[in-house]
């Protein structure tokens, strides 16, 4: 079982900048891959980024050159900073980490962009 709990979320102005947290209760070193991904209200969960063994860093479209993924290997944390946030990156942010066959997901954190 692994254990992630994120933090970091809340309200921001447009343009303004977030930075997000995810905690992990193994280490990163043993995971297939670790990433960020999103739901907004009536819409369907999407990646927003990830860095796995096989493919390397993934951004999704909407974000690219905005955000950015990374890890701290020795706190076994991921983080996502987040710049030039936009009304339409409101959402629910979800960390979640690949270990073999298994997805685990954290509880979430809100980020809400306001005009």
């Known amino acids: 079982q692994v254990y992630l709990v994120e933090s970091g979320g809340g309200l921001v102005q447009a343009g303004g900048s977030l930075r997000l947290s995810c905690g992990a209760s193994?280490?990163?070193?043993?995971?297939?891959?670790v990433g960020w991904y999103r739901q907004a209200p009536g819409k369907q969960r999407e990646l927003v980024a990830s860095?796995?063994?096989?493919?390397?860093?993934v951004y999704g479209d909407s974000v690219k050159g905005r955000f950015t993924i990374s890890t701290d290997n020795v706190k076994n944390m991921v983080y996502l900073q987040m710049n030039v946030l936009k009304p339409e990156d409101t959402a629910v942010y979800y960390c979640?980490?690949?270990?073999?066959?298994?997805?685990?997901w954290g509880q979430g954190t809100q980020v809400t962009v306001s005009l």
């Open positions: 979640n980490v690949n270990k073999g066959r298994l997805n685990y």
């Open positions: 193994g280490s990163i070193f043993s995971f297939n891959a």
């Open positions: 860095i796995s063994h096989e493919s390397g860093t």
